[in-house]
């Protein structure tokens, strides 16, 4: 069964300052990886997707996320976060053949201060 | 145009009542999927539709939880005999076609549902 884990339940960043954010995966062949961002009182939106290819993924609003399979994770990182960032991030895993369900991790929410 | 909505956006009830949830997804869009938040929690799967057909439902978590969607687009999430575990956010993702490596998946802002 796939499943993910994001190991740091809340991050406090400076705005301007660069972040990274993990999340490991468990999967038994290459994986559709995913992280979507959830602001209070809306839905989860689509920050960026891997299925193949290039290992670096580019995604909205500044995002990049990399695919590491010996390290099986997919962390996400921005450059220089800014306030509007703050947020929950939620990594998410789906198989590749014949099953559309996402498994998400428990999420990791992001503070930003001043 | 429009996203996914969901409705009521909150809704309270009391142990062993039967609730309905509802869903909009975007016009269009063959797939539709249900998740459940629970505080904390990331979301966890429910159930996919394809069409009207539930294609996967293998994330309901008991046979007090059913859904459908007659016609293919509007969905219906029904929970009888209401628990106070039941208590969670409910949200609806649809796609334009299924494949996860072909469509994405836009999310409803969510049912807030609080069984006392």
């Known amino acids: 069964a796939q499943s993910v884990t994001q190991p740091d339940i809340h991050i406090t960043v400076s705005e301007g300052a660069s972040l990274e954010l993990r999340c490991n995966y468990s999967?038994?062949?290459?994986?559709?990886l995913f992280w979507y961002v959830q602001s209070p009182g809306q839905g989860l939106q689509l920050l960026l997707k891997?299925?193949?290819?290039?290992?670096l993924v580019q995604g909205i609003k500044g995002f990049e996320a990399e695919f590491k399979r010996s390290q099986s994770s997919f962390n996400l990182r921005k450059p220089s976060v800014h306030w509007s960032d703050a947020a929950e991030y939620f990594c998410?895993?789906?198989?590749?053949?014949?099953?559309?369900?996402?498994?998400f991790g428990t999420g990791t929410r992001l503070t930003i201060i001043p | 145009g429009a996203g996914v909505s969901q409705t009521p956006s909150n809704k309270v009830t009391e142990k062993g009542k039967y609730v309905e949830l509802r869903c909009d997804p975007i016009s269009g869009h063959t797939a539709l999927y249900w998740y459940r938040q629970s505080l904390g929690q990331g979301p966890e799967f429910l159930i996919y539709f394809q069409g009207t057909g539930a294609a996967d439902d293998s994330g309901l978590p008991n046979d007090r939880f059913f859904a459908v969607r007659p016609e293919g687009s509007v969905s219906t999430l029904k929970i009888q005999r209401t628990e106070r575990g039941d208590s969670a956010v409910y949200l609806c993702?649809?796609?334009?076609?299924?494949?996860?490596?072909?469509?994405?998946?836009?999310f409803g802002p969510g049912t807030r549902l609080t069984v006392l």
């Open positions: 891997y299925f193949s290819g290039d290992t």
């Open positions: 999967y038994g062949a290459t994986p559709y």
């Open positions: 998410a895993v789906g198989a590749l053949f014949g099953n559309e369900k996402l498994t």
């Open positions: 993702a649809s796609s334009l076609k299924p494949g996860l490596d072909t469509d994405t998946q836009y």
